[in-house]
């Protein structure tokens, strides 16, 4: 079974399918590309985790669409969550 | 497979053949249960309306019990007025009764009190019971159908499964003449663009940018950041981050078709195919809405969970979360984790929600019904309680 799940291949975020460990190696598939990504911290179960860099101010992107914007840097493998991604809508 | 229903006189179909207990004022609302416990296939809708409301809230209050009244699954209508409500009892009867279902009025100042009124109203009540149950049912087909779609206590896996897989579902309605409802104005912040360009026409368009601007300007004008109930904490448990992300895994269930129309809360749709109702995100609130427009089922994806219902429309619960299935399969019908898993495509699963709903359509009990389970019937309002 997968583990993650890129949903468009513009996004720079996957969907944990099961829980991620801390270090875990996942591999994800953006589009055709294959990638392995490391978890930096434990994922939920349905949480975000980055699948690449994302820089402060950048948009957050899934379903192919602006989910938010990252409020600092996100590493790679990073969990992005409310920690690190706001909201720019509905304020 | 064909489906069986309760033929209505102005050539609606029921998918049910209820009684109706329909308080017009929030203050004759227990009288109303009292009445529909003693009487068999009778429902009274719980709803805190009706009274000290002005303009345009008392319009939708009017609209939304009307329309209520008028659910092809109710065959008879019993308005249980307390008789000095700001609602107007007698319009609320005249409206049900202009499609041809029996309708009655009993007041409880003038009957004088919950006693006299619950025996007067369980003997009217239950007449009508036995009346309605010798409606012819006839055959149907999915044109016939308005199907409601809703989804509460997202996670992550609506996005991913329940919601897609309900398109699916949904596309399958329209592609065989049927209406689809769905709305949550609230959760289409941020997905409005990809919507809009689903629209039947430029006004259609419009239309939908229109009334996310105006939930959007709600909050706002009040001085609330919707960040702070949007998305819920279970939501964010869940693994949702933003209002964003919430809806474009929202609209997911609204699947492919092309938007016909934009209906204000609690307004019938003039024609079949897929429209937009302008509800807040709310369940009880939005489900009204449905039901009031006219939906004889109601489709609940959850992620985390729900036991939802509704007093008169059969709500067919889905999740993509089998952890969520397991711990509530006595209130969930459909598991589509398999989507996650890779064992069945969002077309399998789509098309198994489908049949679910056809056979649910021709009598079959969602678990919440068999549950007993209604819920609330709470009716949208925009203004403050004065």
Known sequence: MRKAIVIDSKDNVATALTEISSGEVVEIKIGKIVKNIQAKSTIPFGHKLAIKRIEKGEAVIKYGETIGRATRTIEEGEHAHIHNIESTRGR | MELIGYERDDGSVGVRNYVLLLPSVTCSMEVAMR???????????IHHQGCIQMGLDLEITQRTLAGLGRNPNVGAVLVVS????????????????????????ITIQELGGVVKTVARGVSIARKM???????????FDVSD?????????????????????????????????????????????????????????????????????????????????????????????????????????TIRKAGTSLIEGVLEYAESPKGKGLYIMDTPGR????????????????????GRGATQGYPIVPVIKITGNSETYKKMTDDIDLDVSSIIEGKETIEEAGNRIYLEILKVASGKKTKAESLGCAGPADIYRIGHTF
């Open chain 2, 82 to 105: 307390q008789g000095c409500e700001s609602v107007s009892a007698e319009r609320l009867a005249d409206d049900i009764a202009k499609v041809g279902k029996p309708v009655e009025i």
């Open chain 2, 283 to 302: 369940e009880p609130e939005a489900l009204t809405g449905f039901v009031a427009g006219g939906a004889q089922i109601l489709l609940f994806t959850t």
């Open chain 2, 145 to 249: 159908l308005t199907i409601g779609i809703k989804c509460g206590a997202s996670d992550a896996t609506s996005g991913i499964a329940s919601n897609p897989a309900v398109g699916v579902a949904s596309d399958n309605i329209i592609n065989n003449g049927g209406t689809v409802i769905f709305g949550e104005t609230t959760e289409l912040i941020g997905a409005e663009h990809i919507i809009a360009k689903r629209a039947v026409s430029d006004a259609v368009s419009k239309k939908i940018y229109e009334i996310v601007e105006r939930m959007e300007n709600r909050a706002k004008e009040v001085g609330v950041d919707m960040r702070g109930t949007q998305p819920t904490p279970g939501n964010i448990k869940g693994g949702l981050t933003t209002l964003e992300e919430k809806s474009l895994g």
């Open chain 2, 129 to 139: 019971a036995q009346e309605i149950s010798q409606i012819k049912r006839k055959s």
């Open chain 2, 35 to 45: 009445i529909a416990n003693h009487v068999e296939g009778a429902k009274a809708l």
